[in-house]
Every structure is written in C-alpha cells, then in structure tokens.
C-alpha cells in the first residue's frame, strides 16, 4: 500500500510513518515528489494492519496499489520520474540519445566515436566493454580494458559512459568507470544481479528480455527499485518472433502502453530491434513519435570493419541525419531533441 502524506508533511511525520511500517516487518520506500511525499510499504502483510497509519499525523490517507510491481507503477508515483544522469534528465522533455559502439574496439575509435556523436548531440557514450555473446568462440570484449578506453573518451568529451554488467560479481568494477550500467536482454532476468544494481547507486539502463511480457519486464524493474535505487531506464529492444526480415520484432505499442502502467522513462534501441542499419532512423522516429524519452543506437566510424553488429550500426553521417530527422519529430510531439 501506499500513505500519502498530506503537502507539507515534516521531516519527523514522514519519518515516524516509516518506523510504523517498519516496526511490523514491512520496507518503507518514501518518494519526495514537488508537492508531496508518498511512501510505499513494500512486503508481505500476513494479516496485519495498517489502517491505523492513517490516523498519524500528517498522513491525507492509505492506498492499497493494485498494481503487482508496486514502485515501478505509476499508482505510487503519479508523475512521470526523471533519471539524471551527468545533469541530463532522461524522462524530461529533451530526448536524450546515447550513441557509440557495439563493443569497445580500441582507444582511437572509441574517443573518435564519442567526439563526433557528441557533436550533433548525443547526451552519452555507449559502448560494450563485458559481452555477451551467443557463442563462446565470439569476441567477448575487451573488459576492464574497454572500461578504461571508455573513461578515456569521458574524459576528452564530458560524455557519460553507459556500458553493460553481466554478472553481479562485476558491479562493483563496472561502476567505478561507467555512469550507467545496463543490464541487457539476457540478463533482464538475473534476479541476483537485479539486485546487485538495485543495491548501488549509479543508474541502471534495463533493457527488455527476448521474450518478456511488459509485466515480466516491470517485475525486473521492481527488483532494482525495491532495493533502494530509484534510478532505473527501461529499454524496448524488440523480442524474438517468427518473423525474420528484422533482427528482432519491436513493438511500437510497448512505448505508450509502458507509459499507462510506469513512470519509468522509456527509451527504445532500434539497431538491436532491426539488426539493419537502414532501417534504425524509421524505427527512431516511430520511437519518439510514440512517446519515448530517448534512444540508444549504435555508431560506428566504419561499419563495415566493426568487430561486432557492424550491419546495424550508423555511420556517421547516417548518425548526424538521424539526428536531425528525429529532431523534426520530436518538436512535432512537443518534445526537443
Ligand atoms: C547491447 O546493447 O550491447 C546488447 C547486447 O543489447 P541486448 O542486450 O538488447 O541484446
Ligand atoms: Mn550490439
């Protein structure tokens, strides 16, 4: 359930709330909106009850959420919420994109990349450094290497770095160097690093699972929030159907239908859910058009010689008119990119 507190609710009415719900076993989680804090009571009642929590002072009134992923439902935090990262907002009106490589190759390509996608406006760097592959004999990234080509270009550009965790055990390595770190569609259901990442707080991108509902892709997303980080960015990157003209089936209903259900802000990747290059600026557009709050692409200064998913990555003019044709869109949806 939830305990709205009434506006302007002390410091000391929202904390002794907690302690109530505490005292019977339950995790308080407050979340301090503009005008007022709710406070959602997360856990198994075994019968016990909380009405009484509403005759504290302070408190308007109790809420059960009917929602089963209770922080991630728009029920306990009506506002769409923002995930900042390096003062970017992603779930404010700006779009923001996040451009870079498939995989960290080396130092040059990865300082050039950041160089030029920052130029026409991407917000962030990414780049996998810990891959995972389909087949062992695939180049599985440069690792703790790629991490340290990647702070490299943070530091000549100002980028923010997203790269990806694989495996709780890498959490505290990986984000020493990266702003966010992803969780990508193998993994969106390892439990033990959900929350491995929902226990630190650098920002988490979590993309959606090969073959998860938006139900299932929420509960992931329950399990980084209800650990205590508030910062998480979900990520349509299409789902494994029959058809195969694109690498993936990507839904462009899943973006306004997360937004009924989440104030999560969602962004989409169109280079993983085509596999075609040509096709990621039309998937882009549909994107911000339908609502997303931002877009992760793949850039590559030449394609044709990237280590990994050259065929769906842009080329840099490909990248600077993506850009601009999704900048069109997004003023027409009273957005900015
Ligand atoms: C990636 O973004 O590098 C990646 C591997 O994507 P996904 O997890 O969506 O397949
Ligand atoms: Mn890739």
Redesign the pocket.
């Known amino acids: 359930m939830i305990i709205v507190m009434k506006p302007g609710a002390t410091r000391d009415e929202i904390d002794h709330v907690m302690e109530k719900i505490e005292s019977i076993g339950l995790v308080s989680h407050p979340i301090f909106g503009t005008r007022r804090t709710v406070i959602a009571a997360i856990g198994d009642k075994h019968g016990r009850n909380l009405d009484d929590i509403e005759a504290a002072s302070g408190v308007e009134r109790v809420v059960p959420i009917l929602a089963p992923y209770k922080m991630a439902s728009l029920e306990v935090h009506e506002e769409k919420s923002t995930v900042k990262v390096n003062g970017f907002a992603f779930g404010g009106k700006k779009i923001g994109v996040i451009a870079g490589p498939?995989?960290i190759e080396d130092e040059k390509t990865t300082v050039e990349t950041a160089e030029f996608v920052k130029s026409v406006g991407a917000v962030a760097l990414?780049g996998?450094a810990y891959?995972?592959r389909t087949s062992p004999y695939s180049f599985q990234g440069l690792e703790e290497l790629g991490l340290k080509y990647l702070a490299k270009a943070r530091e000549k550009t100002g980028l923010a770095v997203v790269t990806?965790v694989i495996s709780a055990k890498y959490v505290g390595l990986v984000s020493k160097y990266a702003d966010v770190l992803?969780i990508?569609?193998?993994?969106m259901q390892n439990f033990l690093l959900l929350k491995a990442v929902g226990d630190q707080e650098k920002p988490v991108l979590l993309?959606?699972g090969?073959s998860a509902t938006l139900d299932e892709f929420l509960f992931a997303a329950e399990y980084i929030l209800s650990r205590g980080n508030q910062n998480v960015i979900l990520?349509e990157?299409?789902i494994r159907t029959f058809e195969n003209h694109t690498r993936n089936t990507v839904s462009i209903a899943t973006i306004p239908s997360l937004r009924l259900r989440t104030h999560l802000p969602v962004i989409v990747?169109p280079?993983?859910s085509t596999g075609h290059s040509n096709l990621v600026s039309p998937v882009s557009m549909a994107a911000v058009a339908a609502g997303a709050d931002g877009i992760?692409v793949?850039v590559h200064p030449r394609p044709e010689e990237a280590l990994v998913?050259g065929a769906q990555s842009l080329d840099f003019p490909a990248f600077e008119k993506m850009m601009v044709q999704i900048a069109r869109i997004a003023e027409a949806v009273d957005r900015t990119a």
Request: net charge positive.
């Open positions: 498939c995989t990414r996998g891959k995972p990806e992803q990508g569609a193998r993994n993309k959606r090969m990520c990157r299409g990747d280079s993983h992760i793949e998913d």
